[in-house]
């Protein structure tokens, strides 16, 4: 089994709540992962297990090896949601935002916007105005701006 396969069905097994086989696999394979890898596996673990603080951690470390990892910058704020930071999560949220235009990633923004502010649409018009540059207008959804 590729290390990229592994990795995925790893995260799987943590995303349906079987740690014990995530784990299993995790260790016929740790010897062959990156230190990137290792942290984000440990990071979807963290999640699995309710402990967000410590995940916000693991995906802290990912950005700062990997600067253009958005799902670790993504998975990042959403850790900080849980903890009660809102402001903070926004903030992550908007930095992924620059790496990535992933609908959902957009989807969550406008969504923690709208939580944060009553002047949320300003928010969603300067966002909009921030993504013009990067995206395929034809093929751009944006319904996820939920405008």
Known sequence: MTVPLSNAIIRLYYQVGNIYKGE???AEVQGSLSEEEREMNSGFKCIAHGEYNEAYQHFARVVNLNPTNAVASINGAVCLLYLG????SIVQFE???KISLHPMLLFNLVSLYELKTIANTTK???LLDSITSKADWEAFPFECLRL
Do not use: I, P, V
Not at 85 to 88: E, F, G, I, P, V
């Open 24 to 26: 299993e696999l995790l």
């Open 85 to 88: 930071r809102l402001s903070d």
């Open 95 to 97: 930095g992924a935002s």
């Open 124 to 126: 969603k018009y300067h």
